[in-house]
């Protein structure tokens, strides 16, 4: 390969990617970094001793993340500045989207959600979920050019492949955005990890209304847990932090006890407790998928099931 660019608007994955991809430049090739809007020239110097051999810097208004048009541009670009034929992105949500975008631009073969990434015999071999998460289907791209938008914590690399990378002000011809961002308002910062939690109480699509939501946190509290829920609480109501995800699209658990209330148990989701010790199902469906990978079913309604569990589990403290 000629070399690789590292690209992600999140820069601790710049420099886990960029760290990989130095300790595998004898197959990969050199790498080079692009460091792209606000503040680029100054956030560039964090990435001079990652590995890169080169960080490409542009500080254009039209560079924020949202605008993935004109990043998808400005990386093309800076791809043939850098004689790169392989682009490796952050699989964050935007990082995604921004991989499709980037390899329809490039005409290149694309992975926008790699799990595994390796080298076998001098190729780069990427791993993906594929059959609604039942294998991992590992591939080759086999286009001249390449996309990979990899999982974060998926690649590790030693440091040893540290280099003092040169910083290059990058001479772009950029679109128009067709959007602007007018103001921004910071996520809250989350300080839970469920992927790390003994304990999860998750709840899914049974649940009929938001405001409900203290039903489940109540019951996560009597068992010193946390609250998961599904992906259509989270992406599609938007009634549950993104942080609290379980699935093909979120966070992997291996906890001691899952309690899954109102979860239908599409592979989906079910790939992100296959490692759970023990789960415990409540569902109105007798016949939800759910209960084929529980070693505890409970056929009910979980607004009489929650709380006569939660009261069952106060009297045990009780005495």
């Known amino acids: 390969m000629s070399g690789v660019l590292v690209y992600s608007e999140n820069?601790?994955?710049?420099?886990?990617?960029?760290?990989?991809?130095?300790?595998?430049?004898?197959?990969?090739g050199p790498v080079s970094v692009a460091v792209l809007g606000k503040d680029a020239g100054n956030r560039a110097e964090q990435h001079r001793g990652s590995g890169a051999s080169r960080v490409f810097v542009n500080e254009a208004p039209g560079l924020e993340g949202l605008a993935e048009d004109v990043v998808s541009s400005a990386l093309a670009q800076i791809a043939k500045?850098?004689?790169?034929d392989l682009i490796l992105l952050s699989a964050t949500r935007r990082g995604r989207s921004l991989a499709s975008r980037l390899a329809q631009e490039l005409d290149s073969g694309?992975?926008?959600?790699?799990?595994?990434?390796?080298?076998?015999?001098?190729?780069?071999?990427?791993?993906?979920?594929?059959?609604?998460?039942?294998?991992?289907?590992?591939?080759?791209?086999?286009?001249?050019?390449?996309?990979?938008?990899?999982?974060?914590g998926t690649v590790e690399g030693s440091g040893?492949?540290?280099?003092?990378?040169?910083?290059i002000s990058a001479e772009l011809s950029l679109p128009e955005p067709r959007m602007m961002i007018v103001e921004r308002n910071p996520k809250?910062?989350?300080?839970?990890?469920?992927?790390e939690s003994d304990r999860l109480v998750c709840v899914g699509r049974g649940l009929a209304q938001q405001e409900d939501l203290k039903l489940i946190e109540d019951l996560a509290a009597e068992l010193a847990g946390e609250v998961a829920c599904t992906r259509p609480l989270s992406s599609e109501y938007g009634w549950v932090s993104e942080e609290r995800m379980i699935g093909i699209s979120g966070e992997k658990c291996n906890p001691q006890l899952i309690l899954s209330l109102g979860v239908s148990g599409q592979v989906q989701h079910t790939v992100g407790i296959m490692g759970a010790k023990t789960i415990v199902a409540v569902n109105s469906d007798p016949n939800a998928p759910?209960?084929?990978?529980?070693?505890?079913?409970?056929?009910?309604?979980?607004?009489?099931?929650?709380?006569?569990?939660a009261d069952a589990l106060k009297q045990r403290g009780a005495n």
């Open 11 to 28: 820069d601790s994955h710049v420099q886990t990617l960029a760290s990989w991809s130095a300790d595998h430049a004898d197959t990969l």
């Open 290 to 309: 759910i209960f084929k990978l529980a070693d505890y079913g409970i056929v009910g309604d979980l607004y009489e099931v929650v709380p006569a569990l």
């Open 110 to 152: 694309c992975v926008s959600e790699a799990i595994e990434v390796g080298i076998e015999d001098g190729r780069l071999i990427t791993g993906r979920y594929a059959l609604g998460g039942n294998t991992v289907s590992r591939e080759v791209i086999l286009t001249p050019l390449k996309v990979v938008a990899v999982t974060p």
């Open 188 to 195: 809250p910062a989350s300080t839970v990890n469920i992927a």
């Open 160 to 167: 040893s492949g540290a280099v003092e990378g040169e910083i």
């Open 81 to 84: 500045q850098a004689d790169a």
